[in-house]
């Protein structure tokens, strides 16, 4: 079984606060790696995709891969209390269907 | 109007009875998911499909049949409802070159 690990929160920081939020998996053969934002009783919404080792910026977000660590982050700068939401890991394995794996989430809440 | 709709937004049924969680996108995409969704466990695969004659079990299939009537259409059954059935269900889609999903707005089903 595949795995994908969050701590799931909650994960408080100060608004205008750097958030990060952490994921580890299993499957050393993944290939993609995404981060979603669920609030509360609504649908995840995809936020940000990496597929290679290091960093990739999109506004205040940042995602990070180590694949030898087997390592994913996402980087919230200057946080809002509009960001406060569930924020899901996914991963894809390394079968030939690529189907995905979500990990629990993390609960952030950014305290104003 | 939205890419990926799901119908009923709610619905309570009684244990024993047969539901249908009806999917349809306008995203173009082959790639169909059926999710379900509880606390402290995050999303599981139920079906997923690849196109209409691709339909292949998840983690978590047993007390669930899907149909794939179209490109656009991905429906989920319960065939005989019972009340550890009560979740979330989200419906997804994705493209081929797996750059992440489009959920659905999620169906609320309590099994009484």
């Known amino acids: 079984q595949k795995e994908v690990e969050q701590n799931s929160g909650p994960l408080s920081v100060p608004e205008g606060a750097i958030a990060s939020l952490n994921c580890t998996y299993s499957?050393?053969?993944?290939?993609?790696f995404f981060w979603y934002r669920q609030y509360s009783g609504k649908s995840p919404e995809l936020i940000m995709s990496?597929?290679?080792?290091g960093d990739k910026e999109d506004g205040r977000f940042t995602a990070q891969l180590n694949k030898a660590s087997q390592y994913v982050s996402l980087l919230i700068r200057d946080s809002q209390p509009s960001d406060s939401a569930t924020y899901l890991c996914?991963?894809?394995?390394?079968?030939?269907?690529?189907?995905?794996?979500f990990g629990t989430g993390t609960k952030l809440q950014v305290i104003p | 109007d939205a890419d990926v709709t799901q119908t009923p937004r709610n619905r309570i049924t009684k244990t024993g009875k047969r539901i249908m969680l009806e999917c349809s996108q306008t995203?173009?995409?082959?790639?169909m998911y059926w999710y379900r969704q509880d606390p402290g466990l995050g999303l599981r695969l139920i079906y997923y499909?690849?196109?209409?004659?691709?339909?292949n079990k998840g983690e978590i299939s047993d007390g669930y049949s899907v149909s794939r009537q179209a490109q656009a259409k991905f429906s989920l059954s319960l065939e005989s409802a019972i009340p550890n059935q009560t979740a979330l269900y989200f419906c997804?889609?994705?493209?081929?070159?797996?750059?992440?999903?489009?959920f659905g707005s999620g169906t609320r089903l309590t099994v009484v």
């Open positions: 499909s690849f196109d209409v004659k691709d339909i």
């Open positions: 990496i597929y290679s080792n």
């Open positions: 997804a889609t994705s493209d081929p070159r797996g750059h992440g999903y489009t």
């Open positions: 995203k173009g995409h082959d790639r």
């Open positions: 499957d050393r053969g993944s290939q993609s």
């Open positions: 996914a991963v894809t394995d390394s079968g030939g269907y690529q189907k995905v794996t």
